[in-house]
């Protein structure tokens, strides 16, 4: 147990470093820099030792199960009902035709025997949709393409997970039942579906009457709230049933709670939401990180079948190069769009960390060594160049998005000038000197204008009692804060009836100035 503890805060060190690390290269994505600091733990010895190695049953369920259940609760139904088709088309039908083609072709090309094939294309129809965004982040990507690559991403990793069974089956037993594996899809798909709606409505009710109730605890709740997709990708999975699609579908269900539910609890919805944003924030990292340990451990592993022979590396190459075509086809000719969409579409099919666990799911006591071997790099060469090509390609096919810098560097201003009308606004009240010390440093701390020596003279300043107000003392403060951010709110207002600015950049100002409007009134931030 201490092991498991061990490697995975190493793991979340390495998230928080690489984090860091991605503020001082803006315009390289977030995933590259996860991706590089793996691979920097995974060759240093000590932190590589720390790390357990890759458990695809562990990965699935306390990585992946809670990162869909979080982008399904993303999506409206009503969104899944009217893309019902296109759903069905590019996460089932688009899927089985990649498997067989590239299984097919990979066989013919390369002899490997079409069960085997059938084993390496199931494993790469899964696709990514966190790894795309990261791809195209800075670039312009057309809507309808986007929202396609979405929902293809949150449904086709179950349609792979069939096809790896059916193919597995097939390696072992030399037989291959097109009705049982089609019973079996859906039975696993349909039953993921109708487990995962059914639980998440009836723990939805609950937690409903809950908060409805005189008797609604907020850490009860959000125990539920966090614990929702474990129990339900669980039950699934134990009854043969696709836990994907399951805590995919519950997702769907919580994201029309929310939306009709949020001030019944606006602590409990904040801090889910809050904890919603920070876990996906953490887990999408936690992934790449993972990802960068395990690909350079993949290549120290199997060093001598990489310089003994470029199989792998060719078969890997054929089988991306396919995918693309066909994705191109289906997009041109099924989805109906233009050839630049369709080529977007086809470079969209990004593989990550599904596809990884897939290839770990297929025990090399079924395949020999060497066959285990060799789907490991060929997966391993399939996911690279699905993230790689693209994020060269995009930077010719899609246009950047608007600079904001010169905005942001305009928003800096507007909020010294907001600070300053708050400070403005105390320095002019009738109250004790040192109160308004202190909360023209609170207002100071809104735009960093206070450095860190500042901080720690009003830290020793507390733990001296320098701050210990009487009861008056404190209703001042509470009262010049207050009349403070209204100064504050009330500048933004001005601000924004002049339109020179998009309102998201106001909103978020003003949002900054309530949540401390918050700390400052409502008795549970409160400290002592």
């Known amino acids: 147990m201490m092991e498991v503890f061990v490697s995975s805060i190493t793991i979340v060190i390495a998230v928080a470093i690489a984090n860091i690390l991605a503020r001082f290269v803006p315009n390289l994505s977030n995933t590259y820099i996860n991706l590089a600091v793996g691979i920097v733990f995974g060759l240093i010895p000590y932190t590589d030792k720390l790390i357990l190695n890759f458990d695809n049953e562990v990965f699935m369920f306390l990585i992946v199960a809670p990162l869909l259940y979080f982008e399904g609760q993303q999506t409206r139904n009503n969104t899944i009902v009217r893309q019902a088709g296109s759903i069905i088309g590019t996460a089932v039908l688009l899927a089985v035709i990649i498997a067989v083609v590239v299984g097919w072709s990979i066989n013919l090309i390369f002899a490997l025997g079409f069960p085997l094939a059938l084993i390496m294309a199931s494993i790469s129809t899964p696709t990514d949709a966190t790894a795309f965004g990261s791809v195209v982040e800075g670039r312009q990507v057309p809507q309808n393409v986007e929202k396609n690559l979405k929902l293809e991403s949150l449904f086709n990793d179950a349609t792979g997970i069939i096809l790896l069974a059916a193919g597995m089956a097939w390696f072992e037993t030399g037989h291959l039942s097109f009705a049982q594996n089609a019973g079996s899809f859906l039975y696993s798909a349909i039953g993921g579906m109708i487990l995962g709606s059914v639980i998440s409505f009836l723990l939805m009710l609950f937690r409903q009457m809950l908060l409805r109730s005189h008797i609604n605890v907020i850490s009860s709740q959000t125990i539920i709230f966090l614990i929702t997709p474990f129990v339900i990708y669980y ?288 008795p549970i931030n409160q400290q002592e």
């Open 235 to 522: 039950l699934a999975e134990e009854l043969q049933m696709s836990g994907i699609i399951a805590v995919v579908c519950a997702g769907l269900i919580n994201n029309s709670e929310a939306s009709r539910s949020r001030f019944s609890s606006p602590h409990q919805f904040h801090l889910g939401v809050s904890l919603m944003n920070f876990i996906s924030e953490v887990l999408n990292s936690f992934v790449f990180v993972v990802l960068g340990i395990t690909l350079i451990r993949i290549i120290r592993d199997n060093f001598n079948e990489i310089t003994h022979s470029l199989v792998w590396l060719w078969v890997g190459i054929v089988m991306y190069l396919i995918s693309l075509i066909i994705r191109y086809l289906y997009a041109q000719f099924v989805l109906r769009n233009t050839s630049k969409d369709s080529i977007v579409f086809s470079l969209g099919g990004i593989h990550g960390a599904v596809t990884l666990a897939m290839v770990f799911s297929v025990s090399s006591k079924v395949l020999s060594l060497q066959k285990f071997n060799l789907l490991v790099l060929v997966e391993t060469v399939v996911i690279i160049l699905s993230m790689i090509v693209p994020t060269i390609l995009f930077r010719f096919i899609l246009p950047g998005t608007e600079n904001d810098s010169h905005i942001l560097d305009q928003m800096s201003v507007i909020r010294e000038k907001m600070v300053q009308r708050g400070i403005g606004r105390v320095k002019k009240m009738d109250i004790d000197e040192s109160v308004r010390k202190s909360v023209i440093y609170d207002l100071q701390d809104q735009n960093a204008d206070n450095t860190t020596g500042d901080f720690l003279h009003q830290w020793r300043g507390v733990n001296q009692n320098a701050f210990d107000f009487d009861e008056d003392q404190k209703l001042q403060e509470r009262r010049a804060l207050m009349y403070a951010f209204t100064e504050e709110r009330k500048y933004l207002h001005d601000i924004s009836l002049e339109h020179k600015f998009d309102s998201k950049y106001i909103y978020s100002l003003t949002s900054e100035i309530l949540l401390s409007e918050s700390l400052v009134l409502d």
